[in-house]
């Protein structure tokens, strides 16, 4: 389960994200840029955009290897593939 809350206006947006399964849950602070949103979000609301990148993530990784802090922009930098697939999941 992926709970996504908005907790800043500007730019870049701020989100608190909490992924909590197999018993245990993790917390995660992360930021999204409008531009990051307007060129790969496909017209999606920016909490859902987050919860996609999170989709993204964890069918490559456990919930506790995500960094705690992040900008969705470096994922690309871990998974060159981010930009390309993002779609897949919105």
């Given at each position: 389960m992926v709970e996504v809350t908005q907790v800043g206006q500007g730019d870049p947006l701020a989100f608190e994200?909490?992924?909590?399964?197999?018993?245990?849950?993790?917390?995660?602070?992360?930021?999204?840029?409008?531009?990051?949103?307007?060129?790969?979000?496909?017209?999606?609301?920016?909490?859902?955009?987050?919860?996609?990148?999170?989709?993204?993530?964890?069918?490559?990784?456990?919930?506790?290897?995500?960094?705690?802090r992040f900008d969705v922009s470096v994922i690309g930098r871990y998974f060159p593939e981010f930009e390309q697939e993002i779609g897949n999941y919105l």
């Open positions: 994200v909490r992924v909590a399964g197999g018993g245990s849950e993790s917390r995660h602070r992360v930021t999204l840029s409008v531009a990051t949103l307007d060129a790969l979000g496909r017209g999606v609301e920016a909490s859902e955009f987050v919860r996609a990148a999170f989709a993204f993530l964890l069918e490559r990784e456990p919930k506790e290897a995500i960094l705690s």
